[in-house]
């Protein structure tokens, strides 16, 4: 009964290649997000999108894509993967925009 | 740049103590803020939020405080806890829902 689920938990890969990670939620929620943790620890918000529509789209570089075939999910795929994209990817989803959000447990990934 | 900041780090308290951290931030924009919860390998748990309207919100041993004058905002863990043990981010948002996080502290409750 996890209300925001994210796969895999972790994601080991080498320079250069392309990777999706995936986002559920079953709370019944409209608007989702991507949120990047680097090696600060700080968290940042890439994109978000409110009923399948992008509605935030941080400066990311464009080999970020997100893609929402439906409410209740927001996959990251990210193409020619670099060491600098290693972090932890989080997701989280709220009832509405401008409204508390709830996070996954977010994905691990390590770019060798 | 930091549109919220926690400068401290790290937070060590006592079982029993309260524990206060303290959050500042810069733009006045923002109408909602809240705090989060995170252990180690797990994602950040929502704890309590506040809105611009309010100066106080309370919820069991969390009570969260807003001074807007100063831009300023922290929270209070009355009695502190070792399941406490946590990093906390302070967080605010305007009503586009684009959340800016603090930093985080680290809490270390010790018996």
């Known amino acids: 009964d996890t209300a925001v689920s994210q796969t895999p938990k972790y994601l080991v890969t080498q320079m250069g290649n392309d990777k999706s990670i995936k986002c559920e939620q079953n709370l019944g929620h409209d608007t989702m997000y991507w949120y990047k943790q680097d090696s600060k620890k700080f968290l940042k918000i890439m994109f978000s999108?409110?009923?399948?529509?992008?509605?935030i789209n941080e400066t990311v570089p464009n080999r970020f894509s997100p893609k929402s075939p439906d409410k209740a999910h927001l996959n990251l795929h990210i193409n020619s993967l670099e060491l600098g994209d290693s972090a932890v990817y989080f997701c989280?989803?709220?009832?509405?925009?401008?409204?508390?959000?709830?996070f996954g447990p977010g994905t691990r990934l390590l770019v060798l | 740049d930091q549109q919220v900041k926690q400068n401290s780090p790290s937070l060590s308290v006592q079982e029993g103590r309260i524990s206060i951290l303290n959050c500042d931030y810069t733009?006045?924009?923002?109408?909602?803020f809240l705090w989060y919860k995170k252990y180690p390998a797990e994602g950040p748990t929502f704890l309590i939020s506040i809105s611009s309207i309010k100066d106080k919100n309370e919820d069991g041993r969390f009570t969260v405080f807003l001074n807007k004058s100063a831009k300023h905002l922290s929270l209070h863990i009355v009695p502190s806890q070792p399941g406490d043990s946590a990093v906390y981010f302070c967080?605010?948002?305007?009503?586009?829902?684009?959340?800016?996080f603090g930093a985080g502290t680290q809490v270390v409750v010790t018996p």
């Open positions: 999108y409110n009923n399948k529509e992008l509605i």
């Open positions: 989280a989803s709220s009832r509405g925009r401008g409204e508390t959000q709830y």
């Open positions: 733009n006045s924009m923002f109408d909602y």
């Open positions: 967080a605010a948002s305007s009503s586009w829902g684009k959340l800016q």
